[in-house]
């Protein structure tokens, strides 16, 4: 599994954990990542079972497992959620956050962890990590109906969740070169998933503002430089949901 720093400020740092191409075929690939700032950690989108040893040697690797204060989740989806007792297992403290829309159904998976969960209103909330302000923001319906993304105003990078992803192969390239060609493997991934045009428009507007550096999404490349304009003009027009 590969393991890259994308991001390096004084103590401040984002590191990418994701393609292994060891994992079983039909696994569709995603994307972890690590944030640690001032010696505070925070995994975003932890990843499935199956992945869950690879993943956990890649952060232990980084950090010691007391310095992850929080595990943030973008919506409730196996590839997303389904470690997530086996986190709380190494790392009992650490909080859970993720919309309240889906705090009860997730509990199904272990009720000892209800304690840790934080129940994230529509409207967003801040996670302080080492003293600074991680941001989520609503990205509701998109595709899910409690969904947020991550946005880490210092850095400047906004982490996506599934806006962005699509069924890549293992061995492809950490940051989107060919726009146009991954725009084709996005394309059919966003149509089916994202059920709403409008949600997709107010999410676009809101993240045009911010003006990111990068967008780490949970599947795929990242969008980096040019790329970050290319996509938000591209996810603008896309239509999604038809029937
Ligand atoms: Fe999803
Ligand atoms: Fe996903």
């Known amino acids: 599994m590969r393991t890259e720093v994308i991001f390096e400020e004084k103590d401040h740092r984002w590191t990418f954990i994701g393609r292994d191409p060891q994992k079983a075929n039909k696994l569709f690939d995603t ?28 952060v232990c690797n980084e950090i010691h497992l007391e310095q992850v204060k929080a595990i943030f989740c973008t919506h409730q989806d196996p590839d997303i959620i389904s470690a997530i007792s086996l986190w709380l297992s190494i790392c009992p403290n650490a909080k859970i956050y993720m919309s309240y829309v889906w705090t009860s159904f997730v509990s199904h998976y272990e009720t000892d962890f209800i304690d840790n969960i934080i129940h994230v209103p529509d409207k967003g909330i801040d996670i302080l990590i080492g003293g600074k302000a991680l ?18 105003k210092q850095a400047n990078i906004l982490f996506s969740g599934d806006l962005g992803g699509g069924f890549m192969p293992t061995d492809y390239p950490l940051y989107v070169d060919d726009f146009e060609s991954h725009s084709k493997i996005m394309a059919p991934f966003h149509q089916r998933i994202m059920p709403s045009n409008e949600a997709l428009a107010r999410w676009v507007k809101m993240v045009k503002r911010l003006n990111p ?9 990242i969008f980096k430089d040019d790329k970050v304009a290319m ?6 027009i896309l239509e999604v949901g038809i029937y």
């Open 231 to 236: 996509f938000l003009d591209w996810l603008e």
């Open 213 to 221: 550096k990068m967008i780490c999404p949970q599947h795929g490349g």
């Open 135 to 152: 941001t989520l923001l609503p990205a509701h319906f998109l595709h899910d109906s409690g969904n947020f993304s991550l946005h880490d």
């Open 31 to 58: 994307n972890q990542y690590l944030i640690t700032i001032n010696g505070e950690s925070l995994i975003t989108d932890p990843g499935g079972a199956e992945i869950f040893p690879l993943v956990m040697k890649n």
